[in-house]
């Protein structure tokens, strides 16, 4: 297990849906990219609504839903980790945002949580 303390970086990469790696969802495509090399872990968030660089609103609330609604990766990485992660990233990631900032970690554990339902 790799470990988390103190000062680390937060690297948001806003995408689309509908955005694609090799003919796979680029989100999952990239997370399973990052667990693979070893990065600390990477969380994927479903957007209701959003607009990027053109301008178009992407919502669920336009009477057909929309086919491309944003997604948000967020990764929490040491910063010596940082530079690898932005090479795959600048790799897979062909358009979107990528923004990064200072972070301080609390906690980073993987808890005790049972697999099994009894």
């Given amino acids: 297990m790799r470990t988390l303390d103190g000062e680390g970086t937060l690297v948001r ?40 660089a053109r301008s178009v609103l992407h919502t669920t609330q336009i009477l057909r839903l929309s086919e491309d609604l944003p997604v948000l990766i967020e990764i929490v990485e040491s910063h010596d980790r940082v530079e690898p992660l932005l090479a795959i990233l ?21 808890g005790t949580r049972r697999l099994d339902n009894s």
Avoid: N
């Fill in 90 to 110: 600048d790799e897979m990631v062909s358009e979107g945002l990528v923004t990064m900032e200072k972070v301080r970690i609390v906690k980073y554990s993987p």
């Fill in 13 to 52: 990469v806003f995408v689309g849906e509908s955005d694609q790696w090799r003919h796979r969802p680029l989100a999952l495509a990239l997370v399973e990219r990052l667990r693979k090399e070893g990065f600390s872990g990477a969380t994927v968030f479903r957007g209701i609504a959003g607009f990027g």
